[in-house]
């Protein structure tokens, strides 16, 4: 299989036990890559329990200050909500969204985004994200565990790379996606050039947003990001000479 390159990243824990299981669930399916974001509380002993056996991945977790830092270095990074949004993102199922990860997986470092418990990722944390996927659950009862939306992303995997799941083979010709870090320093250049020449007279996160929707409608390429920042500058030189 083919999973070395991705890792779950849970946002904001704020039960250590969900830690825990994800932790047992990842080790499952054969993941070992576990990021936490500002969890409530870890190392915890209740974390440990909820474990069972797969201690190994708690020692390795890597811990960050911010989602940012969690995902630096991935290509590509998918989110989860269990909630519809109003924004007018994209959304996938958990089986669908395998296909993308399936072409990225050999040139790519793929994060899978968890949030918090009670009110799962922010639309913020949501933008850093170039596919959604929603677990199709009812809609009169839409809450689900952490580690339960863990075990069905991981599951998903695990039937994607299995030898026999397809009969074509993995291909590695494509070009590297650009790493979110690059991707959020282009938000941050055109950020900076629309309030310059006069587009964004106030600041306006709704509006903003749907700027950088139009980029995020598919995942940036590197070269594509040098190109688009390479005309942010050439534009910011023009009007400064002007």
């Not at 830690?19 to 054969?30: D, L, P, V, W």
């Not at 990225?104 to 994200?129: H, M, W, Y």
């Not at 310059?196 to 106030?202: N, Q, V």
């Amino acid at each position: 299989m083919r999973l070395d390159r991705i890792r779950i990243v849970l946002v904001n824990t704020t039960h250590p036990g969900n830690i825990g299981a994800t932790a047992r669930a990842m080790a499952n399916m054969g993941l070992d890559r576990l990021y936490l974001v500002a969890p409530q509380t870890f190392p915890s002993g209740e974390a440990t329990v909820r474990a069972a056996g797969a201690d190994h991945l708690l020692e390795r977790a890597t811990v960050c200050e911010s989602l940012d830092d969690a995902v630096a270095d991935c290509g590509l990074v998918i989110g989860t909500t269990a909630r519809q949004r109003s924004v007018g993102w994209v959304e996938f199922s958990p089986k669908a969204v395998m296909a993308k990860v399936r072409e990225r997986v050999l040139t790519d470092q793929i994060a899978f985004v968890f949030g918090q418990e009670a009110s799962g990722l922010t639309n913020s944390e949501l933008e850093r994200c170039q596919y959604h996927v929603r677990i199709p659950v009812e809609e009169g009862f839409a809450s689900i565990n952490l580690a339960a939306s863990v075990m069905i992303m991981v599951y998903e995997l695990k039937k994607t790379f299995e030898p026999d799941a397809h009969k074509t083979e993995l291909v590695s010709d494509q070009e590297r996606l650009a790493t979110s870090s690059e991707v959020q320093g282009f938000y941050k250049h055109l950020e900076d050039m629309l309030i310059e020449t006069g587009f964004l007279k106030t600041p306006s996160q709704k509006l903003l947003r749907k700027v950088k929707r139009i980029f995020s409608r598919t995942p940036l390429r590197e070269d594509e990001v040098n190109i688009l920042r390479g005309i942010l500058t050439s534009i910011q030189c023009f009007r400064r000479k002007d």
